[in-house]
DNA sequence: GTCTATAGCCAGATAGAC
DNA sequence: GTCTATCTGGCTATAGAC
């Protein structure tokens, strides 16, 4: 099970798009390309998606709800600040090396169209820092953690574990690593970053 | 001086050209605008530069090499550890507030075409990570700071610094800034920054 | 629902006058 | 060096047969 030929029509389009779109962005990617992977042709894209921008945007609705909940560990979980950054932090790195094109794609277009983020916003289940900011409170009260702002915690926090595979091509290139020493490199962050920022915050 | 009036065709050329791909990108840009920009035709473009692939190249080369002394700081400073990155996260910051699409340009591109990080490495003055790595080893051994693989504090000392400006839109929708408060947050980074790192790898 | 064929547009590149 | 005009190809989108 799971094989393309299983999928129907729209299925076997959406998953050609989110390859192509998601490698190549919006700009850079053709109708005539996800058509191909997806096995059908062109029109066939535009009666189930009606344009290009639709079909974009049925992609990057996809993508982001698939990345939400993975902020989850950090956000909304119950454990103490050090069992969330350990759990985030090797969770994420994790579903991130199956998906990799997934952050780059998502800030590159965000970035390009900020007004998507407003319609985001607008969805229910849009991560909100809430329940982190007042662990962070409690922590620093309890004497557990170093004071520190919690919007540049979380910031601290996601920027570690994100930038590994946006900036992959430049790191790569300034360590000296081929893909495979990389995934090495990415694999021993799971337990490096969230020591780095558990002895960032300790309280000494 | 300094007014683009002052400047040959080529210079100003090579400015709208600047303008126009790190906002857009190779793909999203067009040469009729950057035309426009530069207040020429597009014929002259084409003189100038011959295409757009070999415009872009120019234009990407020349952010490289802009952002690429700014790892001066971190990597071939004779001071400390400590005030290497203090400084460097200063500096770094401050450039970027003067520049904030170059990250995203360089990152961008990398990622779409890999190759051009080959060409790079080929020029003389492509960043490498010798000097840091022996300072690393050398306050270890002394015990100034806790044990930590050079090329993994590298990567943090990067992502920290450069995230914020990559993932702008999606801080600024996590944590309810708007561009002005935004500025503020990033410019409180420049002494946050330096002392997570450090606190992170202080010997205890 | 799925296809072929094509409309209609737009972008990069070039020819050629000045 | 700089311009206008135009070629050429490629792309999104649609019409219309089956």
Same mark, same amino acid.
């Given at each position: 099970?799971?094989?393309? #030929?299983?999928?129907?029509?729209?299925?076997?389009?959406?998953?050609?798009?989110?390859?192509?779109?998601?490698?190549?962005?919006?700009?850079?990617? @053709?109708?005539?390309?996800?058509?191909?992977?997806?096995?059908?042709?062109?029109?066939?894209?535009?009666?189930?998606?009606?344009?290009?921008?639709?079909?974009?945007?049925?992609?990057? #609705?996809?993508?982001?709800?698939?990345?939400?909940?993975?902020?989850?560990?950090?956000?909304?979980?119950?454990?103490?600040?050090?069992?969330?950054?350990?759990?985030?932090?090797?969770?994420?790195?994790?579903?991130?090396? &199956?998906?990799?094109?997934?952050?780059?794609?998502?800030?590159?277009?965000?970035? @390009?169209?900020?007004?998507?983020?407003? #319609?985001?916003?607008?969805?229910?289940?849009?991560?909100?820092?809430?329940?982190?900011?007042? &662990?962070?409170?409690?922590?620093?009260?309890?004497?557990?953690?170093?004071?520190?702002?919690?919007?540049?915690?979380?910031?601290?926090?996601?920027?570690?574990?994100?930038?590994?595979?946006?900036? #992959?091509?430049?790191?790569?290139?300034?360590?000296? &690593?081929?893909?495979?020493?990389?995934?090495?490199?990415?694999?021993? @962050? &799971?337990?490096?970053?969230?020591?780095?920022?558990?002895?960032?915050?300790?309280?000494?």
């Amino acid at each position: 099970m799971g094989k393309k #030929k299983d999928k129907n029509t729209e299925e076997q389009i959406l998953d050609a798009a989110k390859n192509v779109f998601q490698s190549k962005g919006m700009d850079g990617s @053709r109708m005539q390309e996800i058509a191909d992977k997806a096995g059908i042709n062109k029109a066939m894209l535009h009666y189930y998606y009606r344009s290009k921008h639709l079909l974009f945007e049925a992609v990057f #609705k996809n993508a982001f709800s698939l990345l939400a909940p993975q902020l989850n560990t950090i956000l909304n979980d119950d454990s103490s600040l050090e069992d969330k950054i350990k759990n985030f932090t090797t969770d994420y790195t994790t579903f991130m090396m &199956k998906h990799p094109y997934l952050p780059n794609f998502i800030i590159q277009e965000l970035n @390009r169209n900020e007004d998507f983020i407003l #319609k985001l916003k607008e969805n229910t289940g849009f991560p909100t820092l809430e329940k982190f900011k007042e &662990k962070v409170a409690n922590e620093i009260k309890q004497g557990k953690i170093t004071p520190i702002d919690a919007d540049q915690l979380f910031v601290n926090i996601i920027a570690l574990n994100i930038f590994p595979f946006l900036g #992959k091509p430049l790191i790569k290139a300034f360590t000296h &690593k081929d893909d495979k020493s990389y995934k090495v490199f990415v694999e021993k @962050r &799971k337990t490096e970053v969230s020591n780095f920022i558990i002895n960032a915050i300790k309280n000494t």
